[in-house]
């Protein structure tokens, strides 16, 4: 057994490698516009400069999600709040 899951720290742990693998999950320009800020409940909660790229990212929120998901390797991502 890992000491990760020893510890039970293995889904804050994949919540932090979800904040982590933003920038290169959405890209140098997407990046250079958002800020991810925390996750709770399953929810990453992400500021954004404008409100045009606010609109945009929520239409992509459902692709990003499954990005995420996808390279941290487990359902951790339930949803993204773009504010």
Do not use: C, H
Not at 15 to 32: E, H, K, M, N, T
Not at 39 to 67: C, D, F, H, Q
Request: a positive charge; hydrophobic letters at 45%.
């Amino acid at each position: 057994m890992s000491l990760v899951r020893e510890l039970g720290i293995a889904p804050r742990m994949a919540q932090y490698d979800v904040i982590a693998a933003w920038p290169d999950v959405v890209g140098p320009q997407i990046s250079r516009v958002t800020a991810p800020q925390r996750m709770e409940n399953g929810v990453l909660y992400v500021t954004v400069t404008t409100a045009p790229w606010r609109a945009e990212l929520s239409m992509k929120r459902l692709e990003l999600i499954e990005k995420l998901n996808s390279r941290v390797g487990t359902r951790v991502l339930n949803d993204i709040r773009f504010r």
